[in-house]
Structures are given as C-alpha cells and as structure tokens.
C-alpha cells in the first residue's frame, strides 16, 4: 500500500482507521470521505496599479450533520484544493471531538498575501465574500481567520456579506475585532487550550511542569502563547524557532524577551543575529545556540510543541524525537508512519484536532454571543474554554483507555461516533 502523499490522504488514513475499529457501513464510509460541496471561484481584484489579478479561492463543506460549517479561511501560496479539503474534514472531526454544535469546512485563496497592501488585501477579501455570500450564513457556514487572515479582513468580509444581504450579522463569522462583534480570549484561545490539556495530562502521567523542558516549533500566535503560559506555569523553555531558524539553550529562553525582539528583527533568533551574522561571544555567554527548525524537533526535551507547519515530524525523523509528551498546536505536523513509530516508542501525543481545538471553541462562544446580544467577560470566556477542554480530554481518555487506543485513535474515534449518530438520527444513512 502506498504512503498517504497529500494532506487529504494523511486526514483520510486517519479517519479511515477509525471507520474500520467503529465498524461503519459502506455508506456512512462514503458519506464521511467525500465533502458535501466544494466551491470554487476565480477571484479577481484590482491592484494599486490599476491592473486586475486573478487567484484561485476555495471553500469545502466537509460534513453539516451536526451543526452549520464552520472553519477558517486562509491565504497562502500552498493553500489548494486537496490541502483546503483535508483542514474540512479536520475540522469536521475537531468541532465534535469537543462536541460543540457545529461542522466542518475550510476556506482558502492561494495568493502569498504579502504581496498585496492593505487596499489591496481589502479588495481581495471583499472579492471572495462575493464570491461565497450565496453559500454562507449565520445558520449555513461560519468562517473564521486562519493561516495569514486576522480580525480585520473577517471585519471587511463581514461588512460585505451584510452590503450583499441588506442584513445585520453578528453571529455570520468569528474572529472579528472586539469592536465589531469579537470576543474576548479569541486571541489565546488556541494556546490556552492546549495549555489546559498539557497542564491535566502533566498531572495525569506525574510529570511536574515546573521541572519540565518544552521546546516549540513556531513562535507565531499560539507558539508565543502558549509558550508565555508555560513560562508562567514555571516550565523550562528551552528551544523556540520561526520560520528563519530558532535557538536553544538547556538553561532555558525567556520568551518574553524573545517576542521582544522577534517583533523588532522579524526573527527569534534576533537578539543574537542580524541576518546570517551572528554574535558568538553573546551566545556563549549566554549558553544558548543557533538551530534549525529540523532540529528542534529532535532536540533534548520533555514537551514538544509543534505549531507551525503540517508534516514535520515524519518517518524519517519520528525515531530521533526525544519528546515523551508532543501536543500538536498545528494542524497535521505528525504524518501517519510517524505516528505508528511514536506509538511504539512510547511517546505521548495529543492530537491536533483536540490539543488546537481552543481556537474553534471560543468561535463557537463568539458566535453563542452575535446570536443572543450577550458579551461575555473573560472570566467567563476562560472557565468555559476549560469545562469543555477538560471535559473533551477526559472522554478522549476515557475511550482511549477503554480500547487501549493512543488519544489520536480515540480522538478520532468518539468525534466520528458522534457525526455517525447525528447522520443516522436525521436519516441519511438508511
């Protein structure tokens, strides 16, 4: 049998493998491997030069029978069709892993962003809400920010879609600034999530996060996160990276002086290089050194956070990790070889539709909240992040304990249990 070679392929030999342990009917195989609709649209927008340009712009409804669609929207070079099918189907899978009334769906444009300006962005993001406004709606399909999307471009897609409809739309999408409908603690969500699992499963396996090592690839958003909570929490942070490279040190990185300069260099590595140039006398005295991305993810440690890239940690290098406990902040950064190779060599993951899902959580108390007019405080935006991170791990332990599964079969298998019974409760599959 082939190697899975596609995102869609790595997504599908996972929920493919739980079909086979539930024991599925062929239809309800079927029902759960194929989207229910896959837009796609040429979008084309006008540039400052007055030029126009056009880019390809997807939206995959992976599966509704629980709830309205719901998932990000992203713009990346990368971002075609098989990879926007393979995050709908995640997406799918991760709403009911933490059993919120929703399903699942992804969007994309593939154009690299950072070529546009602001104006340019903005007619970009406009354009493709045109593109999509017939298929969308508060009770349809809720979008939501992803790779290189924030709250400003949900807020002009917002304000396009209500110009379209002639219609007031707090609940239409989330992740959209405070001022126009957002909520609190959508900005750590992600982060904080994952740090309330790794902070009960630290208790659960006896290891003392105030002793423990944590090394995490990408200090983006939930990277940097997650990493101030650790810091906080008093774990050891002993390796960060971005994209240019990262830096480690086994007496441990002050993420707070890393974000400090990552935002005034473009890099984390910024308080010791300027480019390829690097001051050595200042990382030795400070016991730290340059490494790759790629070797971060073998590097000494007890936690590994992977949140940035899919597919980083593979069967070529799944036998070098040294990790005992990896939480997948990305989506998709174990392939599944490299999971067998983990499962084996005893090594905990925390699977990504369940150690991510704080994100697509505190969008659905966005979206509770644009429905009903209520503004929830923090306070309340983080005890309910918690009851229901808490509770979604613990089933997830429960099952994986009961069928002696690692936590991604049984994340798998009890999001999949529940789409299964909504399909079957609302007779599509018979």
Same mark, same amino acid.
Request: aromatic share 6%; glycine share 8%; proline share 4%.
């Given at each position: 049998?082939?190697?899975?070679?596609?995102?869609?392929?790595?997504?599908?030999?996972?929920?493919?493998?739980?079909?086979?342990?539930?024991?599925?009917?062929?239809?309800?195989?079927?029902?759960?491997?194929?989207?229910?609709?896959?837009?796609?649209?040429? *979008?084309?927008?006008? =540039?400052?030069?007055?030029?126009?340009?056009?880019?390809?712009?997807?939206?995959?409804?992976?599966?509704?029978?629980?709830?309205?669609?719901?998932?990000?929207?992203?713009?990346?070079?990368?971002?075609?069709?098989?990879?926007?099918?393979?995050?709908?189907?995640?997406?799918?899978?991760?709403?009911?892993?933490?059993?919120?009334?929703?399903?699942?769906?992804?969007?994309?444009?593939?154009?690299?962003? /950072?070529?546009?300006?602001?104006?340019?962005?903005?007619?970009?993001?406009?354009?493709?809400?045109?593109?999509?406004?017939?298929?969308?709606?508060?009770?349809?399909?809720?979008?939501?920010?992803?790779?290189?999307?924030?709250?400003?471009?949900?807020?002009?897609?917002?304000?396009?879609?209500? /110009?379209?409809?002639?219609?007031?739309?707090?609940?239409?999408?989330?992740?959209?600034? &405070?001022?126009?409908?957002?909520?609190?603690? =959508?900005?750590?969500?992600?982060?904080?999530?994952?740090?309330?699992?790794?902070?009960?499963?630290?208790?659960?396996?006896?290891?003392?996060?105030?002793?423990?090592?944590?090394?995490?690839?990408?200090?983006?958003?939930?990277?940097?996160?997650?990493?101030?909570?650790?810091?906080?929490?008093?774990?050891?942070?002993?390796?960060?990276?971005?994209?240019?490279?990262?830096?480690?040190?086994?007496?441990?990185?002050?993420? *707070?002086?890393?974000?400090?300069?990552?935002?005034?260099?473009?890099?984390?590595?910024?308080?010791?290089?300027?480019?390829?140039?690097?001051?050595?006398?200042?990382?030795?005295?400070?016991?730290?050194?340059? *490494?790759?991305?790629?070797? &971060?993810?073998?590097?000494?440690?007890?936690?590994?956070?992977?949140?940035?890239?899919?597919?980083?940690?593979?069967?070529?290098?799944?036998?070098?990790?040294?990790?005992?406990?990896?939480?997948?902040?990305?989506?998709?950064?174990?392939?599944?070889?490299?999971?067998?190779?983990?499962?084996?060599?005893?090594?905990?993951?925390?699977?990504?539709? &369940?150690?991510?899902?704080?994100?697509?959580?505190?969008?659905?108390?966005?979206?509770?909240?644009?429905?009903?007019?209520?503004?929830?405080?923090?306070?309340?935006?983080?005890?309910?992040?918690?009851?229901?991170?808490?509770?979604?791990?613990?089933?997830?332990?429960?099952?994986?304990?009961?069928?002696?599964?690692?936590?991604?079969?049984?994340?798998?298998?009890?999001?999949?249990?529940? *789409?299964?019974?909504?399909?079957?409760? =609302?007779?599509?599959?018979?």
């Amino acid at each position: 049998m082939a190697a899975p070679v596609t995102p869609f392929d790595r997504a599908m030999s996972f929920m493919r493998s739980s079909f086979d342990r539930i024991k599925l009917l062929e239809l309800e195989k079927k029902l759960l491997s194929t989207p229910q609709h896959i837009l796609r649209h040429d *979008i084309s927008f006008e =540039r400052d030069d007055g030029k126009m340009m056009k880019v390809h712009g997807y939206r995959v409804q992976f599966n509704n029978a629980r709830g309205p669609y719901k998932g990000g929207i992203r713009y990346h070079p990368a971002a075609d069709i098989d990879e926007v099918k393979a995050l709908a189907a995640l997406m799918a899978v991760k709403t009911a892993v933490v059993n919120i009334p929703f399903g699942g769906a992804k969007g994309g444009i593939q154009i690299d962003p /950072k070529i546009l300006s602001s104006a340019e962005l903005e007619r970009l993001s406009r354009a493709y809400m045109k593109s999509i406004a017939d298929d969308i709606g508060p009770d349809i399909d809720v979008p939501a920010p992803d790779v290189n999307t924030n709250p400003q471009i949900m807020a002009w897609m917002r304000d396009e879609y209500e /110009k379209i409809k002639n219609v007031y739309a707090p609940d239409l999408i989330t992740g959209k600034p &405070l001022s126009y409908g957002g909520s609190l603690g =959508r900005d750590k969500a992600t982060a904080r999530g994952g740090f309330f699992i790794l902070e009960q499963l630290s208790k659960l396996e006896a290891i003392n996060l105030r002793e423990a090592r944590v090394a995490i690839q990408g200090f983006g958003n939930a990277g940097s996160e997650i990493a101030m909570f650790l810091h906080d929490a008093g774990a050891q942070i002993v390796a960060v990276s971005d994209s240019h490279g990262g830096i480690y040190s086994k007496v441990g990185l002050d993420p *707070i002086r890393i974000e400090k300069y990552k935002r005034k260099t473009g890099s984390v590595s910024g308080q010791y290089c300027e480019g390829s140039v690097c001051d050595l006398k200042r990382l030795k005295m400070d016991e730290t050194e340059v *490494i790759s991305n790629e070797d &971060l993810l073998t590097c000494d440690c007890d936690i590994l956070i992977p949140a940035a890239l899919d597919n980083v940690i593979t069967e070529k290098n799944a036998k070098s990790v040294k990790a005992k406990i990896i939480l997948e902040l990305a989506n998709g950064p174990v392939s599944p070889e490299a999971d067998a190779i983990l499962e084996k060599r005893g090594t905990i993951v925390v699977p990504d539709v &369940l150690a991510n899902a704080g994100g697509v959580t505190v969008s659905y108390f966005e979206w509770v909240q644009g429905r009903s007019g209520d503004q929830w405080t923090a306070e309340k935006v983080d005890r309910e992040l918690r009851r229901i991170m808490l509770q979604s791990f613990d089933d997830v332990r429960s099952e994986a304990k009961r069928k002696n599964l690692t936590y991604r079969e049984a994340a798998f298998d009890v999001a999949i249990g529940r *789409i299964v019974e909504a399909m079957r409760v =609302r007779g599509w599959t018979t």
